[in-house]
């Protein structure tokens, strides 16, 4: 037999009410012992209070080429953005 | 250093005119400081090199486990033993940490593994030494760790993305591991004339591989300019082990400990020491597996693959197991 | 409640069941500390070395306890550093040899499910020292068995030599697991005036815990039922002296200096 474990992404809550944050991968049998192992590699110094994890091969990326076309376009909207707009001073925080 | 006189398959460094537009906006990416992601275009020879130097930095960490370990069960102190622990399971992190940022390469551990297990991979010359006292793990923290981290501090900055993020996990860690190894030389340093006479050893025998460590100087080496160009190095052997030396002459002075180079002197229009050159005929020979150790390093840790088959087989097989079963139930249930 | 807290009596026996404590952890994390740098998956290594970390970290807190109680100056380091084996308290199963890979995990587990439930019964403790340590360590020992549980499970249900390996881990650690649940004096004086459980009463729950995860690990409970004893009065296995011999080294051989 002798496969390789399969590869894992991990992501961590580093504290309550953050958004979960990619760490690194390791590898496990499954995705409760991913759990188990990713409490034990990547929390060892306090670093989380919730694990995801998923396998690597089950991540869907945009393509690297495709940068150009997906995000070069929002540059352009600089409405979006709130400095875009003067507010007279006397008007005050807004 | 963990990884040392690393090879490309580069002949010459090519200037940006010399080359294809592919290869050349990649480079134009890196003199930018960008970083370079998984799965993104690459040369063949950047990708190759960076298995070569973070399976080597891996196989340093994990080989790097066993000097130290075989202190764990000898710690004179509760706390020294939990400390000592707690540091040598950080270095399977960053074996761990490192095997996977070659992993998003096109490699996978177990292949690493296997060139470890066979020979053809390499480890840091360092851990080819014997630790023959309870100063060897201050001196090995002190020393060995400090000259991983004169490296690993840049590396943070590298060209390629995973590499460098592993990188800053494991630097931020490893704050901890240089002070332990000088607690232990101070408490030594400052014990009986035993204990003081253990720490003076230490020193000697570990001041020469440490300095080894940085690997030959490579100033002419394309090798390294070529790393260099790819930002997957940043500064040369020489220039990290003068930075090396400076640094530490004055640690050891304040231990009162004398380091063991009779060519050691302040040189003060350089602002910088001058300093004996180590015996490379030595660091050879330990790299091409003549060292000491060689022999029991490679075969504890083929020992523990090969020993420890069974269990990742088991596990394997109740994980397809159980998926067979909840597969099996989910029919079942339509 | 017999006597009072702070009588002569009641903090020998605390000093004693301290030591108890203590030694199980110390030698226990000194076992798993020995696979560091040598285990069959690089995330087992790190899983079992923060096991080993937990339990040198509650030794420091049972040892501390006992030198507090038997008040004669010394420190936890010179109770693991400098007592022989006829000193150690610890039950003769933590004292084993690690064996393969699975025989270190069943040996975790066995413990691990008579560990828990002996601190939980201390969290209720007469002795408010010891119901501290025992809630802090209550933690660290649930993540303890449920990792071990689940390992021993996957084993026994993986492949045929896993399953095998497993099966003989069981075998030979299963006459040391009969000590945990005997008492002696000190154990029935405990009991009596509170500060721990009777040993027998945490019977039921280890057995309850064993039975299910061996079936589901599709292993036999053996059907011998003898029991090795002798750890807790002193009388151990050849194996502790060999560990005492390596542990104490330096603080033997340089004897008075400072670490």
């Known amino acids: ?94 | 250093m963990y990884a040392q006189m690393v090879k490309t398959d580069t002949k010459r460094v090519r200037s940006l005119d010399e080359m294809e537009p592919q290869e050349r906006a990649f480079q134009e990416r890196i003199d930018a400081g960008q970083k370079i992601e998984p799965k993104e275009w690459m040369p063949e020879d950047y990708r190759k090199t960076l298995i070569r130097q973070i399976s080597q930095h891996a196989h340093s960490e994990i080989v790097g486990q066993l000097p130290e370990g075989n202190w764990i069960s000898r710690a004179p102190t509760l706390e020294r033993k939990a400390i000592l622990l707690a540091k040598v399971q950080d270095e399977a992190g960053h074996g761990l940490y490192l095997y996977c940022a070659a992993e998003t390469l096109g490699i996978s551990r177990d292949q690493m593994y296997e060139q470890l297990h066979s020979g053809k991979a390499k480890y840091s010359s360092i851990f080819n030494y014997p630790t023959l006292s309870w100063a060897d793990i201050g001196a090995i923290g002190w020393l060995v760790d400090g000259a991983a981290i004169m490296n690993q501090v840049p590396l943070q900055r590298c060209s390629y993305g995973p590499y460098a993020r592993a990188m800053v996990r494991i630097c931020k860690e490893e704050s901890f591991h240089q002070r332990q190894g000088f607690d232990i030389m101070t408490v030594l340093a400052k014990g009986t004339p035993e204990q003081k006479a253990m720490a003076q050893d230490a020193l000697d025998r570990w001041w020469w591989p440490s300095l080894m460590m940085f690997g030959p100087s490579d100033d002419a080496s394309v090798h390294s300019a070529q790393s260099m160009a790819w930002k997957i190095k940043q500064n040369s052997n020489d220039e990290l082990r003068q930075k090396f030396v400076d640094q530490t002459v004055p640690q050891a002075k304040y231990l009162g400990l004398t380091v063991p180079d009779p060519a050691l002197k302040w040189n003060e229009e350089k602002g910088g020491h001058d300093f004996g050159e180590p015996d490379w005929n030595e660091f050879f020979a330990v790299i091409a597996g003549e060292g000491p150790c060689n022999r029991e390093r490679l075969e504890a840790r083929r020992k523990a693959w090969n020993d420890g088959a069974w269990f990742r087989d088991g596990l394997t097989a109740h994980a397809e197991k159980q998926a067979a079963r909840r597969q099996a139930s989910r029919i079942a249930a339509e | 409640m017999g006597a009072p807290a702070s009588s002569p009596a009641v903090s020998a026996a605390v000093a004693e069941f301290a030591l108890r404590m203590g030694d199980n952890c110390l030698i226990l994390g000194h076992r798993n500390s020995e696979w560091c740098g040598h285990s069959p998956a690089l995330e087992e290594d790190i899983a079992l070395a923060n096991t080993a970390l937990d339990l040198i970290g509650q030794t420091q807190l049972w040892l501390g306890l006992a030198c507090e109680a038997e008040g004669k100056g010394r420190t936890p380091d010179n109770l693991a550093f400098l007592r022989d084996v006829s000193g150690y308290r610890n039950l003769l199963l933590v004292e084993q040899p690690n064996g393969d890979f699975g025989r270190t995990l069943m040996r975790q587990y066995l413990f691990d499910a008579w560990h828990l439930p002996l601190l939980k019964a201390l969290m209720g403790s007469a002795d408010r020292r010891i119901a501290e340590i025992a809630e802090k360590a209550s933690k660290e020992v649930a993540y303890h068995l449920e990792r071990s549980a689940d390992l021993v499970v996957r084993l026994g249900d993986g492949t045929a030599e896993s399953h095998a390996r497993m099966q003989a881990a069981l075998d030979f650690l299963w006459p040391y697991t009969g000590e945990m649940f005997l008492a002696d004096a000190l154990d029935e004086e405990l009991a009596a005036t509170g500060l721990a459980p009777e040993p027998a009463s945490l019977k039921p729950a280890w057995q309850e815990h064993v039975g299910r995860t061996l079936a589901d690990a599709t292993l036999k409970v053996p059907e011998k039922s003898f029991a090795q004893k002798g750890g807790r009065r002193g009388v151990h296995s050849e194996h502790l002296g060999y560990i005492l011999a390596e542990m104490q080294f330096l603080q033997r051989a340089y004897p008075g200096a400072s670490w």
């Open chain 1, 1 to 94: 037999m002798s496969s390789e474990w399969p590869l894992w992404e991990v992501f961590i809550r580093g504290q309550h009410g953050l958004n979960h944050r990619h760490v690194g991968s390791l590898h496990a049998p499954d995705a409760e012992m991913a759990i188990l192992n990713a409490r034990d590699v990547y929390t060892r110094r306090n670093e989380g209070v919730s694990i995801w994890v998923v396998r690597s091969a089950d991540i869907v990326a945009s393509a690297p080429s495709d940068k150009g076309p997906l995000f070069d376009p929002a540059n352009a909207k600089v409405y979006r953005h709130p400095t875009f707009f003067d507010v007279p001073d006397e008007v005050g925080h807004m």
